[in-house]
């Protein structure tokens, strides 16, 4: 079993901040080659009465709407509308099919933008791109919905001074520098995702590999395990109230029920310095809304409250599509050596420039 967590320093946070800053991958089929391979037997045969009958909502025994199997939600679609497309909401023909191509390209060439001399992790090589997973057309012009302009809005005024603050002071925030200050003096100055703890979720959004998830229902319970680092969030549908607001949890207090054929998940008592895009652990809220709309694909929506980080609640698109599973074993832990490697990159770097101060020549990194 290959090791997925063994990322270099700056891999990892090119990794999560695509997430959170780029355009990212929307997946709608369970396998590019296998979809591709259906759409020509298609061309080939006439309709039968079979591929002609509608498509019927799969239920579980206990009659709650199906939404079990593996998905992902890779995408090539934006988070936000670029300006170009004004105030549409959904693109041309041609549109589309320029923004899939250009994404496929993309995903077959990328291998994340890290430094010359820094090893990089090809996703390509272990079949994590999205290409090789099969990413379907997206005709949204961007994953946000509300506001109609496709923009998150404007943080507040004590959001933007939190977010300063904590670029000035935390460790390792700018990843493409290689002259910005690190402190790396224990594994607690490393964030999160440095120390295999927690990559994010919910809500649900496309990353730069590893995007896919499974879920499993029982009665009275959804569960989700999610690729990355096989986090798992399990979701009580029974009315039962939230947790008491002094717990805070990694990914939330989730609490879920049926509206229609529509799983709703609202999720609060966030952990502090886990949240989705550094929003406020004690006002932040997430409601999710899952949508099985044919055999291959769940509309997702999300709408994020939190009057202390943005002006306005918003909400986003993003359709997860069904995939083959299962899904190998993260293997990412506290221990990564990555780790190891940091705490003594730095120690290095502090006895050559204690050396430089002295005036004696330094030692080679290589040589030590």
Request: glycine share 8%; with cysteine; aromatic share 10%.
């Amino acid at each position: 079993m290959y090791n997925r967590s063994s990322l270099p320093l700056t891999g990892v946070g090119i990794a999560l901040a695509i997430v959170l800053f780029m355009p990212t991958f929307v997946g709608a089929q369970s396998s590019g080659a296998v979809r591709n391979a259906d759409a020509k037997a298609a061309k080939k045969s006439p309709p039968t009465a079979a591929s002609t009958k509608p498509w019927t909502l799969p239920r579980t025994p206990d009659g709650q709407p199906d939404l079990q199997g593996y998905w992902t939600s890779l995408s090539f679609t934006p988070m936000e509308r670029p300006a170009k497309y004004g105030g549409r909401e959904f693109l041309t023909d041609e549109e589309q099919a320029q923004i899939y191509k250009e994404g496929i390209q993309h995903s077959y060439e990328f291998t994340f933008d890290d430094l010359a001399e820094t090893p990089v992790y090809d996703s390509t090589v272990y079949a994590l791109s999205a290409w090789q997973h099969g990413v379907a057309p997206n005709r949204r012009s961007s994953l946000v919905v509300d506001p109609p302009d496709g923009k998150i809005p404007p943080v507040t005024a004590e959001a933007a001074k939190a977010r300063a603050a904590a670029r000035k002071a935390g460790p390792n925030q700018d990843y493409a520098n290689p002259n910005a200050p690190v402190k790396a003096d224990v594994a607690e100055d490393l964030n999160l995702g440095e120390r295999c703890l927690f990559f994010g979720n919910p809500p649900i959004l496309p990353g730069g590999y590893d995007s896919d998830f499974h879920i499993v229902q029982s009665p009275g319970y959804v569960l989700i395990e999610y690729d990355r680092d096989s986090e798992t969030r399990i979701i009580p549908l029974d009315g039962s109230p939230h947790l008491s607001s002094n717990i805070r949890q990694w990914h939330g207090d989730s609490r879920g029920h049926w509206k229609g054929n529509t799983l709703v998940v609202e999720t609060t008592n966030f952990r502090p310095g886990a949240t989705f895009q550094n929003a406020n652990a004690k006002t932040l809220k997430i409601t999710e809304y899952f949508t099985r709309t044919d055999q291959n694909t769940i509309e997702y929506k999300f709408t994020i409250d939190d009057p202390a980080t943005w002006t306005r609640s918003w909400s986003a698109i993003v359709p997860l599509g069904a995939m083959k599973g299962p899904m190998f074993e993260y293997a990412c832990t506290e221990g990564n050596e990555d780790i190891v490697n940091i705490l003594a990159g730095a120690r290095a770097t502090e006895k050559a420039a204690a050396e430089k101060a002295k005036g004696t020549p330094g030692v080679p990194i290589s040589q030590k």
